[in-house]
């Protein structure tokens, strides 16, 4: 972690809907120069979770600050702020240069900005061409450089791999990467974890409205515990003795079994002293979207077998 103060503090931010809490207590700090991924299943609570530390709905309790202020209290929130949460389609008539300099004219921010980010995003050629036209992957950096214009310290961006092309994720990814080089702090909600693992540093898993876990990725990941998948001829000898010896077993497909806590060597040692025939055995890969799945769900639930 940086020494540095965090970009945006989260404390105790909690929604209720209908008498429906969907956001429970969340607590979690972003920091400069890193990707924080915000991550969690279908109705987990993101989009809320943004729109709250966004000033565009009111929390039950807690509070969001950046730099110390709520960002209603922000006097010059592009400045301070910048936002991506859904794309909106262009407008009919405008080019997208337009766009952006309608933005950046009630904020006092020159045309040149305007350009350069134009050029940031990778729309230069584009620019004269009416946003309506644009393709998702160009209305998402369109909506990038917009986000952009008072070139904020922090950048929040709520599923901004959704609907991309491999290669719209992939520029998408090396964005978020070079500008949290430069050291603006982002914060990027997403489903695509295994796209996550390659671009965030940090991460806060959400579930059901409850943080369930964050920190550096790598921590995460290192916690997965992936361990060894075996299947055997005799799975319930196998599983047994594995058990015995202290080992935690989840019997998945059929005669497969996921252990976790032990190597092959200690796995194909037993069998032997079982006398039970192995049919498959290889180390499971420690990743992201596991230890996702294994916060979720428990240990096991998806197989965790590539
Ligand atoms: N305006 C609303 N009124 C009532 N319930 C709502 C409202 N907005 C969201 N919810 C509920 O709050 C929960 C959290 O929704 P939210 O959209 O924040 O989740 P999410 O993690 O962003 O999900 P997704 O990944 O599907 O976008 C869901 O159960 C949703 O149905």
Redesign the pocket.
């Known amino acids: 972690m940086t020494a540095t103060a965090p970009a945006l503090v989260v404390e105790g931010l909690t929604?209720v809907?209908?008498g429906?809490t969907?956001?429970d207590a969340l607590t979690f700090d972003v920091q400069p120069g890193r990707v924080t991924g915000f991550v969690?299943?279908?109705?987990?609570?993101?989009?809320?979770?943004?729109?709250m530390v966004l000033g565009l709905?009111t929390p039950a309790a807690g509070s969001a600050r950046f730099a110390g202020k709520a960002y209603r209290e922000i006097d010059h929130p592009l400045r301070a702020v910048g936002a991506v949460l859904e794309i909106a389609k262009g407008h009919p008539g405008r080019s997208g240069r337009d766009e952006l300099r309608c933005q950046a004219a009630t904020h006092d921010i020159p045309d040149s900005r305007v350009d350069e980010l134009l050029d940031l995003v990778g729309l230069a050629d584009a620019k004269g061409r009416r946003s309506a036209e644009y393709s998702l992957g160009m209305r998402q950096r369109l909506a990038l450089a917009g986000a952009m214009l008072g070139d904020p310290p922090i950048l929040i961006l709520?599923?901004p791999l959704n609907g991309l092309d491999p290669q719209g994720i992939r520029w998408m990814r090396g964005f978020m990467t070079e500008q949290a080089a430069a050291g603006k702090a982002i914060l990027v909600?997403s489903?695509q974890l295994t796209e996550l693992q390659h671009v965030a540093t940090d991460m806060v898993v959400?579930h059901k409205?409850k943080a369930i876990a964050q920190g550096p990725v790598a921590d995460l990941i290192a916690s997965s515990q992936a361990g060894t998948w075996a299947r055997s001829a005799d799975p319930a000898t196998l599983e047994r003795a594995l058990v015995a010896a202290g080992f935690s077993v989840l019997r998945q497909d059929g005669d497969g079994m996921r252990v976790t806590g032990a190597t092959g060597a200690q796995v194909a040692q037993i069998a032997l002293e079982e006398r039970v025939l192995v049919t498959e055995l290889y180390p499971l890969v420690a990743n992201l979207e596991q230890a996702f799945f294994d916060l979720v769900d428990g240990p096991g639930d998806t197989g965790g077998i590539a």
């Open positions: 929604k809907y209908k429906r969907v956001v969690g299943p279908n109705g987990a609570g993101k989009t809320t979770t943004l729109l709905a709520d599923e909600s489903h959400i409205g």
